[in-house]
Structure formats: C-alpha cells, structure tokens
C-alpha cells in the first residue's frame, strides 16, 4: 500500500527529514487499515460531509491543503527574510496529517459515507491527533492536527497551526460559495 499512498500524495516526499516522512506515511497506512478502507474508497471519499455534495474527495483535499500550506510558508520566508521561522517538514507533516482522523470519523452506508459512531463521539482532528500520537508523531504535529479547525479556536497556534488552519479554511470555505 505505500507505494500507491505516496502515488496518490507524492507531496509525502517533500518532507527532507526521512524518519518524520515515514512515519507520515506509515500513520496514513495504518489509518486506512484500521479504519478498514481501501485506497479506491479514499478516491470516493468525500473531503468533509458538511456540503450536500461535492466531487473533491479527501485525498485531492489533503493534497490541496499541503500544497497551498507551503506556498504561503515559501511567501513568508521569501518576504519576511527569515524574521518569522516556519519548520517546513512540520508543516507538511502536520498538513498531509490534517484530517487523517476522517477515516475514523466517517464510515460507509451502502454508497453513502456517513458520521461514524467514534465520529459523533470524537471529531477528527482528536482522534488524528490520539492516532498520531501512538506513532510517536513530535507534539508540534499533533498541535497541527488538533488544533486545525475549530478545536484550536482561542487557543494559541504554532505559525505551522495558522497556516494549516487558514489554508484548509480557504479550501472548504471556497466550496460553499
Ligand atoms: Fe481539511
């Protein structure tokens, strides 16, 4: 499954530090076979299932939120000449782990992707951030998944936390105009 995971994000290998890009990829891995999917179904899985319909499944998402992620990070730091320090392997990390916990979140009903029990019980960005955190993913990574969407309102982010918040804001609001 590895290799077709990182043919469906190649943005998994823009992370320079070999052992964070493993586990990045390992936690998706993991995630798909304890959620029981396979990789066809994360192609039909929608990205959220708070619009009544859209064709942009979560993995197009995923791959939206990283790459629009590090262009801002790249901005920053061309513009601001380094005066505001961005870890871009934590970036990626945290972005292509943003909403992994939606494969706890949803499950299917016939063709249809529903809320999951787990997922009235716990929203995706805690139980991404529980899951990650078994594999030992930096805390700096789980601050970025647990603190992306609502949950890290009113509290204080890392710069990686704002960016991937507004980033995957940006990519969802657009999509309810
Ligand atoms: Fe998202």
Redesign the pocket.
Known sequence: MRENLILLMPECELIKDSVLREKTIVVWEDAVREGSWTLEDLKEMP?TLLLEQTSINLID?TRA?TLCSLHIAEVMEEVYDGRIPINKDYLLSGSIL??VGKLFEYTREGKKFVKSRSGNLLRHPISGAAFASKHDMPEEILHIIAAHSREGDGARRTVEAVIVNHA?FVNFESLKI
């Open positions: 990205f998402h939120v943003h909403d995957d």
